[in-house]
């Protein structure tokens, strides 16, 4: 087995993660392993181990997968104001006591006993996501598909926003106010993967397993998304750079291209 000190899995390149299966588990999976799979298996699920002999390949696979691996590439979208605290103090988790004094601050003319309601009525709805920061593993996804983060920032703010509009019954969206608010960014970060809460790394294992084996199956495997949920911080020094997508697609307006006039910050070099 291959091992480096240093070895980030960049899921942006699947196909790369998936052969390099072979580099550090190649003590598991042997030749009988390949007959056994061969002569028993059509295709390989990624929330079914029945595939494997016994559970201890798998068991001995995500090992291997922790040793070779010292981190994890990912992306976090957000519409902050200024970058700088996110260099100075890492990646926070949601504080939905910040949110809501944003709230405040952006809907100022409406009262405050109002915007107070707005609050309460979303967060008796809504889940519990204090302290969580969410990551995908390839930045095309927040372009492309979720890009509503990056055109109008947290959810939670978005969610408030759109508690206004049904309290006051106005033909009005609030959350496109929020558009005025701070600059679309995307931050990369190489996550290690010991910090990764345990049952994120069985789900990246399976996933990547089932597809190794398919491909010894000659079986078609699919692109997967593939996010993680961290609580409370990452350290600045995992924030490996940042950028400000000038063309983002709007889920929220038809899939229609949101255009930002934003592309450089305080940040920026």
């Given at each position: 087995m291959t091992c480096?000190?240093?070895?980030?899995?960049?899921?942006?390149?699947?196909?790369?993660?998936?052969n390099e299966v072979a580099d550090y588990s190649s003590h598991i999976f042997d030749n009988d392993f390949r007959i056994h799979l061969s002569n028993n298996i059509d295709y390989?699920?990624?929330?079914?181990?029945?595939y494997l002999p016994d559970e201890s390949y798998f068991l001995e696979f995500?090992?291997?997968?922790?040793?070779?691996?010292?981190?994890?590439?990912?992306?976090?979208?957000?519409?902050?104001?200024?970058?700088?605290?996110?260099?100075?103090?890492?990646?926070l988790g949601q504080d939905k006591k910040k949110i809501e004094s944003m709230f405040y601050e952006i809907f100022s003319?409406?009262?405050?006993?109002?915007?107070?309601?707005?609050?309460?009525?979303?967060?008796?709805?809504?889940?519990?996501?204090?302290g969580k920061i969410f990551f995908v593993c390839n930045d095309k996804e927040l372009i492309e598909d979720s890009g509503h983060y990056?055109?109008?920032?947290?959810?939670?703010?978005?969610?408030?926003?759109?508690?206004?509009?049904?309290?006051?019954?106005?033909?009005?969206?609030y959350k496109l106010?929020?558009?005025?608010v701070g600059?679309?960014?995307?931050?990369?970060?190489?996550?290690?993967?010991?910090?990764i809460p345990e049952i994120q790394i069985i789900d990246f294992c399976r996933l990547i397993l089932s597809k190794w084996c398919n491909n010894i199956l000659g079986a078609e495997n699919h692109y997967s998304?593939?996010?993680?949920?961290?609580?409370?911080?990452?350290?600045?020094?995992?924030?490996?750079?940042?950028?400000?997508?000038?063309?983002?697609?709007?889920?929220?307006?038809?899939?229609?291209?949101?255009?930002?006039?934003?592309t450089h910050c305080d940040m920026c070099g």
């Open positions: 480096n000190i240093e070895t980030v899995l960049d899921w942006r390149s699947e196909e790369k993660v998936i390989c699920y990624s929330d079914n181990l029945d995500m090992d291997s997968f922790r040793k070779y691996y010292t981190s994890i590439k990912a992306f976090h979208g957000c519409r902050p104001l200024s970058l700088k605290p996110y260099y100075a103090h890492g990646i003319e409406f009262d405050t006993a109002e915007l107070k309601d707005c609050i309460e009525n979303y967060n008796s709805g809504s889940l519990d996501e204090e990056l055109i109008q920032g947290s959810e939670h703010l978005q969610g408030l926003a759109t508690s206004l509009s049904r309290k006051t019954g106005l033909w009005c969206d106010r929020l558009r005025a600059i679309p960014t995307i931050l990369e970060v190489d996550i290690p993967t010991g910090i998304d593939m996010c993680l949920t961290l609580t409370n911080k990452l350290s600045p020094e995992y924030i490996k750079k940042h950028y400000h997508p000038k063309r983002i697609i709007d889920p929220h307006n038809s899939h229609v291209p949101y255009i930002s006039k934003h």
